[in-house]
């Protein structure tokens, strides 16, 4: 009985050392929430993606699937993506430094489920405003790896857009959309991270092509509580910079983008993929 309390007493304490943040885990962990620009699609969207993180002692490669279904059309959808496989690899200063388990390896990763609700139509002088609840399910399997959370999160936000017409043939539209919001999840022993969540993005562009560059983070309370003690910094206050080149040819769009993580998220991105309608998917109404 004694020796099993002192084992029980072992695996708690290990679990409190564990720092639930990007700082510590794989990419896909609880990366930095994606906005669009404030607009919902009044057709069922698929988007299909490729990701390569590296630098920093840490190299993964996944596929990304995201489908977005408006119940209404252009007022209301349901969002649905997820990490479909990952496949790392990292060093073995990184792999000790995180308390992994494996030095490479692949994974299936979280699900996240959204609703978004139109809450004001854009017009001349007012911007649309859109309202997201999203949930993240604790989907992926092994947690000693240290590339996923083993518990579940969520976060509410608001995007802000508004676009401005030009007379250009080259750009012909210029869009600026904001976002602000509040980010939970769960740690070790019933407590939680809270975390107030903010970003910008400016897009410019035309019909057949558009440039969004995006700044975006979120700032976790265990961070600021260590800040103090930098060799106890929690990790959890991500701030990533983002540049996005999409080309439209008929219903596709097709685009490239590279992010690089500015604090708390040692990576940097590359991305590829593309986007499309599907009509047979999209609920019909009367």
């Known amino acids: 009985a004694i020796l099993l309390l002192v084992l029980l007493c072992q695996q708690a304490n290990y679990a409190q050392t564990t720092k639930y943040s990007t700082s510590w885990f794989g990419p896909n962990a609880n990366p930095v929430p994606e906005f669009t620009d404030a ?25 990304y699937f995201k489908i977005e279904l408006p119940l209404l059309p252009e007022r209301v959808s349901l969002k649905i993506w997820a990490t479909v496989l990952e496949h790392y690899k990292t060093t ?12 490479s390896g692949s994974e299936g990763g979280d699900i996240y489920v959204q609703t978004r609700i139109r809450l004001l139509k854009e017009q001349i002088k007012l911007p649309s405003i859109i309202l997201n609840s999203t949930l993240k399910t604790a989907s992926a399997k092994t947690f000693k790896t240290r590339r996923y959370f083993d518990t579940p999160g969520y976060y509410f936000d608001l995007e802000f857009g508004k676009s401005i017409a030009t007379k250009g043939k080259f750009i012909s539209e210029i869009r600026a959309v904001a976002n602000i919001g509040f980010m939970c999840w769960e740690t070790t022993n019933s407590t939680q991270d809270d975390a107030p969540m903010y970003g910008g993005k400016l897009i410019i562009g035309n019909p057949k092509w558009k440039l969004e560059n995006t700044l975006s983070g979120y700032w976790g309370w265990l961070h600021t509580s260590t800040r103090l003690n930098p060799e106890a910094d929690y990790g959890d206050a991500p701030l990533v910079y983002a540049t996005k ?30 986007c499309f309608p599907i009509s047979k998917l999209t609920p019909n109404y009367p």
């Open 245 to 274: 080149l999409t080309l439209v040819k008929g219903n596709i769009d097709y685009f490239a983008q590279y992010q690089y993580g500015i604090h708390d998220f040692p990576y940097h991105q590359i991305r590829v993929g593309i």
């Open 39 to 63: 607009i919902i699609p009044s057709k069922t969207t698929v988007s299909l993606m490729a990701d390569y993180y590296f630098g920093y002692g840490d190299q993964t490669k996944n596929g």
């Open 92 to 103: 073995t200063e990184i792999m000790q430094a995180r308390g992994s388990d494996a030095i």
